[in-house]
């Protein structure tokens, strides 16, 4: 009677021991954030995401809760793109990427305008897809750079303007909204963006620390500079910045396995064996180094190939911390278009990170001379 006793027991505990390995995730810090939306099928995640941040950066500065344009970043960041490709002679990256900067560029070049009055669709569409867009101005440049006469055609602005304004629309000189009248460059003042207040900060080894430099990835067309600072500087500023109730925008690769926006996490098992578990149930993850993240880094393993917004924080039952990101791919997957990224995640495959420089401690903008 007794050994069937102790056997059920075990039984019921062994049972309970699993049951707890599955994610229960409780909040630690929430920012408030807009609602989740889709880019649909183009490659805009870089406009899509930095706009969500700004969206926040309005709600932490104003209090109001206003939905931004992300096709009017899009399209004249797409005019900055094609004079890059152009003047380069097609000797250049041109595609649906970008970065974090490349929207702060936009803003500060060309302003900012609501949802409501630059939607980048046709009327009766609902989904965002550019891929016929792309290679339309892809063509149309490079035959520009290879014209027979050897000479460039003084047309080729006006035309790449008309593609733009036929795929996405003319862009706004004025308009109204809620009853008094903007330009783009008066409604960023109106809600309260300087885009000079924004930083750009990474870790590398082949960089010098604390210096700015030139991150030479594709997608970084308009050579923005990055800050270059330790990876536990990194990763302590991203979850003082959260903690303080600034949000933050993410450029990281989520070409791993164990990146699921189905199961909403991101995780870095110690042992590949157990990736598909680690989608479900708490698993041991891997010591990340700064060598192990350069060496990520070097062999293409860790790309630019995604960014996003990190809202808030949370941790799981064994007092495991993870970040709590903002995707764009919807609101019908994993935690409503949420992913659960864990710090060992976050280390080895963050390309960087923009924020506030008000965001960062006092120490490290000294180090930074900021």
Not at 249 to 260: A, H, P
Request: glycine share 6%; with cysteine.
């Amino acid at each position: 009677m007794k050994k069937f006793l102790i056997g059920a027991a075990f039984s019921f505990f062994a049972m309970n021991s699993i049951i707890a390995q599955e994610y229960q995730f409780k909040t630690v810090k929430d920012i408030e954030d807009t609602e989740v939306k889709s880019q649909g099928r183009t490659g805009t995640c870089w406009s899509f995401s930095t706009t969500s941040f700004l969206e926040s950066e309005i709600i932490r500065l104003t209090g109001k809760n206003i939905d931004l344009s992300e096709m009017y970043t899009v399209r004249n960041t797409y005019s900055d793109k094609a004079n890059n490709y152009l003047y380069r002679q097609g000797k250049a990256q041109f595609s649906e990427g970008g970065l974090a900067h490349d929207v702060i560029n936009s803003v500060a070049k060309y302003g900012l305008v609501p949802e409501q009055v630059f939607t980048g669709l046709d009327l009766g569409q609902d989904k965002h897809n550019h891929a016929e867009m792309v290679s339309v101005l892809k063509s149309m440049l490079d035959a520009y750079i290879k014209n027979p006469a050897g000479e460039l055609s003084p047309k080729w602005k006006q035309a790449t303007e008309g593609v733009l304004d036929v795929y996405l629309g003319k862009n706004k000189e004025e308009f109204v909204f809620e009853g008094k009248t903007y330009t783009p460059k008066t409604f960023r003042e109106h809600v309260k963006i300087n885009p000079s207040n924004y930083v750009t900060i990474t870790s590398f080894e082949h960089a010098k620390k604390y210096d700015k430099f030139i991150l030479n990835i594709p997608d970084n067309f308009s050579n923005g500079a990055f800050y270059n600072v330790s990876l536990d500087e990194l990763v302590s500023t991203t979850e003082n910045a959260i903690k303080n109730g600034y949000t933050v925008e993410l450029d990281c690769d989520v070409s791993e396995k164990t990146f699921s926006s189905k199961s909403g996490v991101a995780v870095i098992p110690a042992s590949s064996s157990e990736n598909q578990k680690a989608l479900t149930e708490i698993v041991q993850e891997r010591k990340i180094t700064p060598s192990l993240r350069q060496a990520e880094f070097e062999n293409f393993n860790t790309t630019d190939d995604h960014l996003m917004h990190i809202v808030g924080l949370v941790k799981d039952q064994k007092g495991n911390a993870y970040f709590k990101v903002k995707n764009s791919w919807g609101a019908n997957q994993g935690n409503k278009g949420y992913v659960y990224m864990s710090v060992p995640y976050f280390k080895l495959k963050t390309i960087s990170v923009l924020l506030h420089k008000d965001a960062l401690s006092s120490s490290l903008k000294k180090k930074l001379n900021i």
